[in-house]
């Protein structure tokens, strides 16, 4: 009988996941962790699917997520925060160092939770009269050991992950206030969508911040600026400063300049 060449099945959408989803614990064995971004750009999928994937092998207890990633069980050897407070440390401190160049005596000023925004209460532990207004636990023990600034703690359920209360108490609470500054920390910046987040809860106790707001800033490092955030906190127009330790792209500068927001290398 003479033979027929058929053509070969396509895979099906539940063998290309399980193929995946076992590259994926090889690449965890090969390295600690990883981000949702990289594992989207080396598998080409959406990062959408990286989280549908690292869900599932969460609930079989095969990884651990992490803040804007993943990591074999037990790969976490210290909380969440503290490891992000070490991330970029060199960076972050210098960045800070040039922010708290935007802060006088005598002003109001809101930190977010974010580890930047620590460093920054840590630069400023010498400048009096100032009133700082925060939902980190963090920030909140720094400030307590400068003599001469005042401290009010948004309060509400704890985050964990963020040593931070982002619910709605906290929001109340924060819109009692105008602060002559706000800053807040950002997960991604797109020249397009703005300063990004990953956190949903996060996302929007910083947008909630923005209208009371007089002025606000944002630090953040240059591997921001490679990052994609999903959850939108907040436009160019929002943002009179932003302090970083690179110049950003070419895209980003742009946006930046049309919208007037100040760009403060260190």
């Not at 399980?18 to 750009?41: M, P």
């Not at 400048?127 to 980190?136: A, C, W």
């Not at 302090?243 to 290398?265: F, N, R, S, Y």
Request: with cysteine; glycine share 8%; charged share 25%.
């Amino acid at each position: 009988m003479e033979s027929l060449d058929l053509p070969a099945r396509a895979p099906s959408a539940r063998a290309t996941q399980a193929a995946r989803l076992a590259t994926l614990l090889e690449l965890l064995e090969q390295r600690g962790q990883w981000s949702i971004g990289e594992l989207a750009e080396r598998f080409d999928v959406s990062e959408e699917t990286i989280r549908r994937d690292v869900r599932q092998l969460e609930q079989a207890g095969r990884v651990q997520k992490i803040h804007g990633g993943v990591c074999l069980p037990g790969g976490v050897l210290e909380p969440p925060y503290r490891q992000r407070l070490r991330d970029q440390a060199e960076a972050k401190q210098r960045i800070a160092e040039r922010a708290a160049a935007l802060v006088r005596p005598g002003m109001t000023l809101l930190l977010d939770s974010g580890t930047t925004t620590l460093w920054l209460a840590r630069a400023l532990g010498h400048v009096r009269d100032l009133t700082v207004i925060t939902n980190s636990i963090e920030i909140a023990a720094q400030v307590l050991g400068h003599p001469g600034q005042r401290l009010y703690v948004a309060g509400g359920a704890v985050d964990p992950d963020y040593h931070a209360a982002f619910g709605s108490e906290a929001i109340d609470y924060c819109r009692q206030f105008a602060p002559d500054l706000t800053v807040l920390s950002m997960g991604a910046i797109d020249p397009i969508r703005g300063f990004l987040d990953f956190d949903a809860g996060e996302a929007a106790f910083k947008r909630s911040l923005l209208p009371q707001a007089r002025r606000v800033a944002v630090l953040c490092d240059s591997t921001k600026f490679d990052k994609s955030g999903f959850v939108q906190v907040a436009g160019f127009g929002d943002v009179q400063d932003l302090v970083t330790d690179q110049a950003p792209p070419e895209e980003i500068a742009a946006a930046a300049a049309a919208a007037g927001t100040a760009i403060h290398l260190v």
